[in-house]
């Protein structure tokens, strides 16, 4: 390993024997999760990855360290210090300074990458943002997913983005994308987004096997397996409609700009549908890593 990379001796472990591991990113723990429900939902996403065998790799960066696997007490920190959230052009400055920070889908992504790791859990990804063709606004998470051979399991991208400009670039980047038991894109808090996919895959075992044929390709470009939530946990699309229109009316009526936006939008969301965005959230992240862990259990296999 030529990273200066700190790998948890139970994730080197698992990873030298074929064992399942999947990454967990920490900016959902950081800046996606209120205090103090993100530490329990940190503690749980880890618990349920391991209730299926599968070996939980957080990443973060803690005093310089790029850290694949975190301990009680360095999850705990993440959860409760005011740390910033990494993508992957901030690792050499937090690695130089020997800072610490929460990493993004991009940096998550990097670092998983480089120790070995082949399946990634997220809520929502990054992507392109409303206005973007004026403001220049997409995430680094879209161009990261280029280069690096990952498979990430999230529910699509916040209907607070542009969607169909996002999975234009998805496609521009040549990322492969497939719906889990769906052949449309969701919208995280929702089920659909009226995106059509290419692709369906069934269950895990056929995404384990595009995973061998990119790998078979000598690709090395993330697979995007889009899990959507059954329509029954959804959030209620009427809340949703009402919740976006207003809170994106509000946005621009206090003319925010910037990196302002999403967290503005994302709060007005949560308070405009009294906490239920952030339950269907939580249920989305923890949907998401079972379907992660299946992934990684079904790739062990082959
Ligand atoms: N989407 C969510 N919750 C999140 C994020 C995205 O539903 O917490 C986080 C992820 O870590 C993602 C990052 O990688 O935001 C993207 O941020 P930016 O647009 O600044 O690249
Ligand atoms: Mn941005």
């Known amino acids: 390993m030529s990273l200066p990379l700190s790998v948890a001796p139970d994730v080197a472990d698992a990873l030298a024997v074929g064992r399942p591991v999947v990454a967990l990113e920490s900016t959902i723990i950081s800046h996606g999760l209120p205090r103090p429900d993100n530490l329990a939902a940190a503690r749980r996403f880890e618990s349920l990855l391991s209730d299926q065998g599968v070996v939980p790799a957080t990443i973060a960066v803690l005093d310089g360290e790029l850290k694949a696997g975190l301990t009680p007490d360095e999850l705990e920190r993440i959860a409760n210090e005011d740390v910033p959230k990494l993508s992957v052009r901030d690792l050499p400055v937090a690695h130089a300074r020997g800072g610490s920070g929460a990493t993004t889908v991009a940096a998550t992504s990097f670092i998983a990458d ?3 790791i082949r399946v ?3 809520g929502g990804l990054g992507g392109v943002h409303r206005g973007a063709s004026q403001s220049f606004d997409e995430s680094a998470d879209l161009k990261t997913l280029s280069e690096v051979p990952i498979t990430v399991v999230s529910a699509g991208v916040k209907s607070i983005l542009d969607i169909g400009a996002t999975l234009e670039r998805l496609e521009s980047l040549g990322v492969t994308v497939v719906g889990y038991g769906t052949d449309e894109f969701p919208s995280f808090w929702l089920s659909s987004s009226g995106h059509q996919l290419d692709w369906s895959v069934p269950d895990a075992t056929a995404v384990a096997s595009v995973m061998d044929s990119r790998d078979q390709l000598e690709m090395c470009t993330a697979l995007v397996v889009a899990n959507p939530l059954p329509e029954s946990e959804q959030l209620d699309p009427a809340l949703h409609d009402r919740a976006l229109e207003e809170a994106l009316r509000l946005a621009d009526e206090k003319g925010l700009v910037g990196k302002e936006v ?3 939008l ?7 549908t009294g906490g239920q965005s952030l339950a269907v959230n939580l249920r989305i992240a923890e949907n998401n890593i079972r379907v992660a862990g ?9």
Not at 266 to 272: A, F, G, K, M, S
Not at 294 to 302: Q, V, Y
């Open 266 to 272: 994302l709060q007005t969301i949560v308070d405009l």
């Open 262 to 264: 999403t967290p503005f």
């Open 120 to 122: 990634f859990a997220t």
């Open 114 to 116: 480089h120790a070995g």
């Open 294 to 302: 299946e992934i990684a259990t079904a790739w062990s296999k082959l």
